[in-house]
Every structure is written in structure tokens, then in C-alpha cells.
């Protein structure tokens, strides 16, 4: 769909949802990115998957990256309430090398990796450039991310402790960080918001999301225009 077909029709399918329900979608549009996104590795327990995709979704960041290679991604729907319906999941399950796949398409898009470790010293979420847009990697509850995340990873960030435990869990840490982060974007020069298409893009899905057979009424409304609109 080009971009002034998608805009016809969000036209359209803003009559179908109340005027608070579109505000409402305006209101978190504005205050999305993508410049911060989150990857995890392996993660299995299903309570800490879910509220770490809660936080995103409460924190503005639109992906997430879910890398499976030895445990499947279980979501807790009592846990994440409802917060997948309005997020990018993208998920690497398919392959023999599913890290290297995720992080190298990052890279790729331009992202920095940043791989969170209570051993390693290089930023906290205080100090972490933001400058270039920025993929926070996760590993497992009990081992961390893997040897060739680490590899891969261009800086590591941890969060300063007080007390005698070594680290928070994964949700924990993950909400630290994202809030850190998302909070220094905000109050930066750095164009961390949408593009426009971007914009227009989850736009139209959020309202679909909102409407029910929404494909019905847009297949309707592509059929009945105008071939000179």
C-alpha cells in the first residue's frame, strides 16, 4: 500500500472508532520510537517474557527482537496485558544460528548493541550514548547472554548495585533501563520519534486492532474508490 493510499484510508477507519479510542492512539504515537528496541536471547521463564514486553510497551518502544535457540518464548497473558497488540515482535526461531542472525540484522538497521552484564563496566543506562540508536540485548535468567552475544556486542551496560545481591532479574532490569533511556530521549535534541511513514504504518494497524473485520472494510473501501483518487 503507498503512503497516500494508507493515509485514505486511516481517513476511513477513524470514523469506525470513538473519538477518545483515536485520541488515545494520536497520544502514544507521539511518544514512540524506535531509535531504542530490545532484544532477548533465550529467555523462558514465561512471567519475566511478558513484563519485559509490558515495559516496552509502557516505556514507548515499539520492537522487540526474540531470539529462541534452546527455549521457546512463552507469553504470560495475565502478565502482559494485552501490550502485544500494539508492539513488533520479531522473532528468530528457524535457523541454526539464531543470534548471529538477529543481532547481525541490527547492525545492519544501524543499531549499537549494548549488552547488559553486572560484570562488565563500560555505561550505565545514566551514561549510555544514545546518539546512534540502540539494541539492549538480554540473556537468560541464570546464564546471561550468550559467549557470541557478547562478541558481538559494541559496549556493555549495567546497573549500578547498593546491596550484597549481584543483579535485579530480567523484567526488573530491563524496566531500569528503558526508563533511564526512554526518559534521557525525551529530554534530548536526538530525533528519537517516528518517521512519518513509520507513523502512518502503525497507525493503521493500531486501528485495525481497534475495529472488528477490519480487512472487510478496507477491501470495501479500496473497491468502491475512486481509480483517479
Not at 105 to 111: C, M, P, V
Not at 174 to 185: F, G, Q
Not at 206 to 215: D, F, G, H, Q, V
Request: aromatic share 8%.
Amino acid at each position: 500500500m503507498d503512503s497516500l493510499t494508507r493515509k485514505l484510508v486511516i481517513e476511513f477507519l477513524s470514523d469506525f472508532v470513538t473519538p477518545s479510542r483515536l485520541e488515545k492512539i494520536q497520544q502514544v504515537l507521539s511518544g514512540r520510537t524506535r531509535h531504542v528496541t530490545v532484544v532477548l536471547e533465550d529467555i523462558y521463564q514465561p512471567h519475566n517474557a511478558s513484563a519485559v514486553l509490558r515495559s516496552c510497551e509502557c516505556f514507548g518502544v515499539q520492537d522487540v527482537h526474540i531470539i529462541e535457540n534452546r527455549n521457546d518464548y512463552e507469553i504470560n497473558p495475565e502478565v502482559v496485558m494485552g501490550a502485544t497488540k500494539w508492539l513488533n515482535l520479531h522473532r528468530y526461531r528457524d535457523g541454526e544460528f539464531n543470534t548471529k542472525a538477529c543481532l547481525s540484522k541490527l547492525k545492519q538497521q544501524g543499531y549499537q548493541l549494548i549488552a547488559t552484564s553486572p560484570h562488565e563496566d563500560d555505561f550505565t543506562p545514566l551514561n549510555l550514548p544514545l546518539d546512534k540508536p540502540v539494541a539492549l540485548l538480554f540473556g537468560t535468567e541464570q546464564e546471561g547472554l550468550s559467549p557470541l552475544a557478547k562478541q558481538m556486542a559494541d559496549y556493555f551496560v549495567r546497573i549500578p548495585m547498593a546491596g550484597f545481591t549481584e543483579s535485579f532479574n530480567i523484567s526488573v532490569s530491563a524496566a531500569i533501563c528503558l526508563y533511564e533511556l526512554t526518559n534521557r530521549l525525551r529530554k534530548s535534541d536526538i530525533p528519537w520519534p517516528l518517521t512519518e511513514d513509520q507513523h502512518d504504518e502503525l497507525q493503521l494497524a493500531w486501528l485495525k486492532a481497534s475495529i472488528k473485520s477490519p480487512e472487510l472494510l478496507v477491501k470495501r473501501f479500496l473497491e468502491t474508490r475512486p481509480a483517479n483518487h
